[in-house]
Structures are given as structure tokens and as C-alpha cells.
């Protein structure tokens, strides 16, 4: 089955800079890879998606990239704000009939002023 | 529009108790979903249901029970409580099927089993 590793497990950062956040996926089939945001104590909540036909997709400082062949997708954060602080997790939809959607562990972002 | 809500929002149960986690969506939603969230593990899917009176085990269904009671409702039961099942549990639907499209997260729960 599909295996999703992300990386960095935390990403400090100071207000204004950038923040990159990187996933790899191991099954090739897969095809749909959403970023989930989880403020503390709130639901996850998805900030942004890329299917496989697409290799870069954005919306306004955020966007992420996908490299098929590399089998890895980011997600890049530009002009980072402190209500950018919380745990963001990539994930991998296995394609097919009876594929499920694998998330990786999360990344907490802490975004200093 | 409420979107997903699910009851009750903390729950502290004693081994072997059980104990069923209520969920209902209002965007008539054909999936619906169970996960559970544990530090450093992610999310991981329990249960999916595409429609009402059909379930798919998830990555980590033991010892755990669903109802795909009708097209709103999708329930959760823990037949008899393990400390190993302490855990966050979201409930979500989505558009589209099995994951392949956005999915809309309820509150969650968090349980204790002690």
C-alpha cells in the first residue's frame, strides 16, 4: 500500500520568510494530494490540492508543487504570518476503486514575530 | 449549515466499557469517514462508508464497529474499550469517493480509556 513520509516533523520560522514543507509517496498510481491545515485543538482543514495531471498549483502565498517522476510534492508558504502557526499535513490518495487517502505524520510550523 | 458535527466532544470511558461516537453531515455527501488522530502519527482512516448501508475497513479497524445508518449518519462503537483506542476521532465526508476529494472534518472527539 501506499506509504507517505513528510519532512520536516517541525519548521521554525520568522514572520516574512518562507516555508517549504516536502512529502514523498510511494505508490506511482497515486493521483491526488491535498495539504491539510490543523490550527491546536481545531479540525483539520484543507488549504489547498494538486492532482496529478497539474505540476504546480497556487493561491496566494501558498502553492505546491508535485514531481511525478520523483514521487515527492511540497508545499511552499511565501511572506509567512504568525496565523500561519500549526500542523500541516500532506497526503496521497491511492487511486482506483479501492484506494484510501494516506496521510503523512504533519509538520508543525511555528511562525515567530 | 452546520457541515459535519459529531458527539460528544471529550468522553473518559474504563476498560471495557463501550461507547458509540455520533456523527451527522448536512452537504449531502455520499462518503463519509472515521479517523483517529494520535501524536505523531497523522491521521489514520478507521472506517469509510459510500453510501448508506456500506462500509470499508481503513487501515486501523480493529475494534471498532460502524453504521451507515442513512445518508447523514455515520456512527462509531467501541464494543469494549482498550487503552490503546485513547485518541482523537474525527469524523468527515467528502464529494467524490474513498479520499479523491476534499474532505469535511467535524470537531472531533477525544477519548480516554483508562
Known amino acids: 500500500g501506499e506509504n507517505v513520509e513528510q519532512h520536516p516533523s517541525t519548521l521554525s520560522v520568522q514572520e516574512g520568510d518562507s516555508a517549504v514543507i516536502k512529502c514523498t509517496y510511494s505508490d506511482s498510481a497515486s493521483n491526488y494530494f491535498p495539504w491539510y491545515k490543523q490550527e491546536l485543538g481545531k479540525r483539520p482543514q484543507l488549504i489547498i490540492d494538486?492532482?496529478?495531471?497539474?505540476g504546480e498549483k497556487k493561491d496566494q502565498r501558498i502553492a505546491v508543487t508535485l514531481n511525478k517522476t520523483a514521487k515527492h510534492f511540497s508545499l511552499h508558504i511565501t511572506e509567512t504570518q504568525p496565523e500561519d502557526s500549526a500542523v500541516y499535513f500532506c497526503?496521497?490518495?491511492?487511486?482506483?476503486?479501492?484506494?484510501?487517502?494516506?496521510f503523512g505524520k504533519g509538520t508543525k510550523l511555528s511562525v515567530k514575530p | 449549515n452546520a457541515g459535519v458535527t459529531q458527539t460528544p466532544k471529550f468522553q473518559v470511558l474504563k476498560t471495557g466499557q463501550s461507547m458509540t461516537l455520533q456523527c451527522a453531515q448536512d452537504m449531502n455527501h455520499n462518503s463519509m469517514y472515521w479517523y483517529r488522530q494520535d501524536p505523531g502519527m497523522g491521521l489514520r482512516l478507521i472506517y469509510y462508508s459510500a453510501s448508506e448501508g456500506t462500509t470499508d475497513k481503513g487501515e486501523v479497524p480493529n475494534g471498532y464497529n460502524v453504521s451507515r445508518l442513512n445518508k447523514r449518519e455515520f456512527s462509531l462503537r467501541l464494543e469494549s474499550a482498550a487503552p490503546s483506542q485513547t485518541s482523537v476521532y474525527f469524523c468527515?465526508?467528502?464529494?467524490?469517493?474513498?479520499?479523491?476529494?476534499?474532505?469535511?472534518f467535524g470537531n472531533g472527539t477525544r477519548l480516554t480509556v483508562t
Open positions: 497526503a496521497a490518495f491511492e487511486g482506483g476503486s479501492q484506494g484510501n487517502l494516506i
Open positions: 494538486i492532482r496529478s495531471n497539474v
Open positions: 468527515a465526508s467528502s464529494e467524490g469517493g474513498r479520499g479523491a476529494s476534499p474532505l469535511h
